[in-house]
């Protein structure tokens, strides 16, 4: 395989991924300081301006405190901070420095299913040789693998999205049901639902495509293999027996009637959730925070919502499943690895930006330090009408999540099968034809980039 062949696919594929990943936009221009030098164009005020300097992208809504906290604390360095745009604005702005070979921070905010993409063409940094020793333990090896292609580490995890079950207690009491425990049982719950007249038990929607990856690897799909240390050859594997289960499942649940297929984060589904269109949603530990963005919980449905664990397909052999996170990258292009990796290494890693991440919902935690936190752990959330949403349910999946492998190109993958689960939507095809051509249409594609696929 021709390697600047398979560079400039991924960078194309980048440039594509940035267009049509979810945003919800940003501001503030380009930070012109490097590391080791003086700053300019910062969204902060760096107090200790006798230290070396070291640039940063990110858009957590709390990010000006978080950098605040780090530059305060910190007698070595000293962040400046820019907020370029969330998701596709960022990776678009990135994008453009990788090409150009200049412009890009020395730290970098990535969705971790977005490592890949920007680790084929060489603009991250691997930060194991940069201090990962000391700071290996306050993760997971789950929270790890996320960030890793292969054997190297190209990000610190700083929030995720360990999946589970919101449901309507208003809507369970009046139909007389009990969380389920198991799909089987889900869909069983869903029919008494519909045979008392009640509305739908969930929905299967076309946009969340790394949601129905997440279900399909809890059943257990392996969608990717790939290592950088082989990096002309991909293992893709959609349309596996698990994956053509999960699609038929949810296929089948639609085509019964038992659950809606409303494209999720639109003004409708969001209208549906806060009137009992929906008895559940299968989700991750930031929705409460999404849902409270959006208005849910605050009206007559204030204080009708629980949350249990994710149902399994085997409770004896229970797996857990994560959707969503992102973490802090070093990218290349900085001027200091070391230094970059100090400041990807302590931002949103003290105890005051962590405690105000989660109070707030704007993060759930992979920093053990705040995940075995008694404080985060026995909160009661007032989302879920004092439920110990926490410790019943959220804490104990992200310890036994295990992590996945992403692929360079997980935005085609996704667009892909959103085009299937579309047609299975419709009826013009089954859940396993659905997987068949998802398979034959993703490898195909990377072929076309130079892959060998496996």
Request: aromatic letters at 10%; charged letters at 15%; a negative charge.
């Amino acid at each position: 395989m021709n390697k600047n062949r398979l560079l400039a696919a991924a960078a194309v594929l980048a440039a594509a991924t940035a267009l049509t990943a979810c945003s919800s936009g940003g501001g503030g221009g380009g930070a012109t300081a490097t590391s080791g030098s003086g700053a300019s164009n910062c969204t902060n005020t760096i107090p200790k301006k006798d230290l070396p300097v070291v640039t940063m992208w990110g858009w957590y809504p709390n990010m000006q405190l978080v950098v605040d906290n780090f530059n305060k604390q910190n007698a070595e360095v000293q962040v400046c901070w820019t907020n370029v745009g969330q998701g596709s604005d960022e990776y678009d702005k990135f994008q453009t420095a990788i090409s150009a070979g200049t412009g890009a921070p020395d730290v970098i905010m990535i969705e971790m299913d977005r490592i890949p993409t920007f680790q084929i063409q060489n603009a991250l940094v691997d930060i194991k040789q940069h201090g990962f020793d000391a700071v290996k333990a306050d993760y997971s090896e789950g929270a790890w693998k996320d960030v890793s292609v292969g054997g190297a580490v190209y990000g610190v995890p700083v929030d995720g999205g360990p999946m589970a079950m919101i449901y309507r207690k208003d809507l369970f009491e009046k139909y007389d049901i009990t969380p389920p425990k198991t799909w089987a049982e889900y869909e069983q719950a869903a029919q008494k639902m519909k045979d008392a007249g009640g509305p739908a038990f969930g929905d299967f929607a076309a946009n969340v495509s790394a949601l129905t990856m997440a279900l399909q690897i809890q059943k257990g799909a392996a969608p990717f293999t790939y290592d950088p240390a082989q990096r002309s050859s991909i293992g893709v594997k959609l349309n596996d027996q698990a994956s053509k289960d999960v699609l038929e499942y949810w296929g089948g649940l639609a085509k019964k009637g038992l659950v809606g297929t409303q494209d999720q984060f639109t003004p409708e589904y969001i209208s549906g959730v806060i009137n009992g269109k929906y008895a559940t949603y299968i989700s991750a530990a930031w929705a409460p925070g999404y849902l409270t963005g959006a208005g849910v919980g605050k009206g007559e449905d204030i204080g009708k919502f629980a949350v249990a664990p994710l149902p399994q397909w085997d409770p004896a052999n229970p797996v857990q499943v994560n959707w969503g996170g992102s973490a802090f990258s070093v990218t290349s292009q900085a001027k200091n690895p070391e230094l970059a990796a100090k400041v990807a290494y302590g931002l949103y890693a003290d105890k005051e930006s962590l405690t105000h991440g989660w109070t707030n919902q704007i993060i759930f935690p992979l920093n053990l330090k705040a995940l075995n936190d008694p404080e985060f752990v026995n909160l009661k959330v007032a989302f879920f009408d004092g439920q110990q949403a926490n410790k019943e349910v959220y804490v104990p999946a992200a310890n036994a999540y295990q992590g996945v492998t992403y692929s360079p190109f997980g935005q085609y993958y996704f667009d892909a099968m959103t085009k299937q689960v579309s047609a299975l939507i419709e009826g013009s095809v089954t859940g396993a034809q659905a997987a068949d051509l998802v398979q034959e249409d993703v490898a195909k594609y990377a072929k076309e980039q130079g892959f060998t696929v496996q």
